[in-house]
Nanobody, 127 residues
Framework: QVQLVESGGGSVQAGGSLRLSCVAS????????MGWFRQAPGKEREGVAA??????????DSVKGRFTISRDNERNNEITVSLQMNILKPDDTAAYYC??????????????????WGQGTQVTVSS
């Protein structure tokens, strides 16, 4: 059973930074893409960033130049993916979800391509 556990959410003022981390364990393939998605109240879930096993990355236009995704490939049957978020804006406020199980990158990442999801971590940016 695949498990994804996110950490690093919190509250920050506009212009600040946060770093999210996610550890995927269980029956995972190091070849899977890993991604971050977010969902604000009343809005659909949107892809933020995704990275494949070769290091190819796609970002949503709204976060390009501000967010950076990275991954550590399989180690001790775990894969870690991080999202460094800089110059945060109130519009970035959302629940952020880590996901894996996709065989290809979407541009932007598409939630329908990802099979396994974490529980989410809240990010709140105040003006």
């Amino acid at each position: 059973q695949v498990q994804l556990v996110e950490s690093g959410g919190g509250s920050v003022q506009a212009g600040g930074s946060l770093r999210l981390s996610c550890v995927a364990s269980g029956y995972t393939y190091s070849t899977y893409c890993m991604g971050w998605f977010r969902q604000a109240p009343g809005k659909e879930r949107e892809g933020v960033a995704a990275i494949d096993s070769d290091g190819t990355i796609n970002y949503a236009d709204s976060v390009k130049g501000r967010f950076t995704i990275s991954r550590d490939n399989e180690r001790n049957n775990e894969i870690t993916v991080s999202l460094q978020m800089n110059i945060l804006k109130p519009d970035d406020t959302a629940a952020y979800y880590c996901a894996t199980g996709a065989n290809w990158l979407g541009s932007p990442p598409k939630s329908a391509d990802f099979r396994y999801w974490g529980q989410g971590t809240q990010v709140t940016v105040s003006s």
